[in-house]
């Protein structure tokens, strides 16, 4: 793909943000390309150094605050003419509570997501501390002579332990797939405000 292929890709997919993003965003990936250019690189090899133009398009969607590409949409709305404004006012007790009912459940999900990784921290937290008792345990039962519940103590011990040490990767691999899922979920919202994906 070269330049012009490039950047014709990359304005149909951000067709939904302001003419002065598009064309800002335009001219800094064509600087960058250009730039490359002069270094000796070829433009197709310039091109493929920045990436595919869905990988461009999500970076840029990333640095976008949600509530400006609301307003952006609302500017366009109001520049196509009164009908969609009419049609808003009167269908509004019908688009609202859907609005608001759709917004709940997403957020209520997504607080489940986060208090699901709260658990799973405390659960591993919980197995780390029961270990740290164990070895109390264990001097507990020296001190009154009974060797078989300190080395039974010792068991748990190491099991525990065991388990804390196993889990705590598996929380931070969990807590890191949803931090991933909710960037994701929050650049395709940013995407349909956006508009029409060209592939």
Known sequence: MNKQEFLTALENRLAGLS????????????????DRVEDGISEEEAVSMIGSVDFVVDQIMSEIPISRLVKDRVALKKKSGTLPVVLMIILFPVWFPLAVSVFAVLLSLYI?????????????????????????????????????????SFGAL???????????????????????????ILLSIKNRFVGKEVK
């Open 19 to 34: 003419q002065e993003d598009i064309n800002e965003r335009l001219s800094f990936y064509g600087e960058m390309i250009d």
């Open 112 to 152: 489940v997501l986060w208090i699901l990784v709260l658990c799973f921290y405390i659960v591993d937290l919980s197995l780390a501390l029961s270990s740290f008792l164990c070895i109390g345990a264990i001097f507990l039962y020296l001190s009154k002579g009974n060797p078989a519940g300190a080395v039974l």
């Open 158 to 184: 190491i099991l525990l332990s065991g388990l804390a040490i196993l889990c705590f990767p598996a929380c931070n691999a969990f807590a890191k797939g949803v931090c991933i899922l909710t960037r994701r």
